[in-house]
């Protein structure tokens, strides 16, 4: 596969404890809250090609925004950061689901979460939480901006999470 210019994505997992100590530790760093509210999540897939292919295609509600995702596999990077190529796309959310369904593709698996949204030292950082899962925080950027800005928050090795929602939820996908 070919990406995009600038389409990767590089990203780290920690699970949380305290939302409430994150939060304040955000704010004093002086991260900017986005946004926040309720995000659905659809998994779509044509009889398993994409799965197989370690791949994934989704379709994500969030406010009045639905934007389109395709995910490719993992990627080797230093460290154990997550990297895979990562293609995105606003659409109207009906009118793509209807694209994607006379395509072939079914939703396989849908998930929901509240979102927090973050930017920081030219970061993104989203706080999530899973009702069946707990809280999570994601940083995205580059590998040594992720790194600075875990240590500021006090992260440790064993705080990281390596797998995806899915994955979490028990749903094979990558």
């Not at 079914?106 to 706080?127: A, D, G, M, N, P």
């Not at 006090?154 to 929602?165: A, G, R, T």
Request: with cysteine; proline share 4%.
């Amino acid at each position: 596969m070919r990406p995009v210019p600038g389409s990767y994505e590089i990203e780290q997992k920690y699970r949380i404890k305290n939302p409430k100590v994150i939060r304040a530790a955000l704010k004093k760093l002086g991260a900017r809250k986005i946004a926040s509210g309720f995000e659905s999540n659809e998994l779509l897939d044509r009889k398993g090609e994409l799965r197989r292919k370690k791949s994934v295609l989704r379709l994500r509600q969030y406010g009045k925004s639905t934007i389109l995702t395709f995910k490719g596999p993992r990627l080797k990077v230093k460290g154990s950061y997550k990297k895979r190529v990562e293609i995105e796309t606003d659409v109207e959310g009906v009118s793509a689901k209807g694209i994607l369904e006379a395509l072939g593709y079914k939703t396989f698996f849908h998930y929901s979460k509240t979102r927090e949204q973050y930017s920081y030292s030219s970061c993104s950082i989203v706080l999530d939480h899973l009702s069946k899962l707990g809280w999570f925080l994601e940083i995205e950027g580059s590998p040594s901006r992720i790194g600075r800005i875990a240590k500021q928050l006090k992260f440790q090795k064993s705080d990281e999470e390596p797998l995806s929602y899915p994955q979490l939820l028990s749903v094979e996908i990558n």
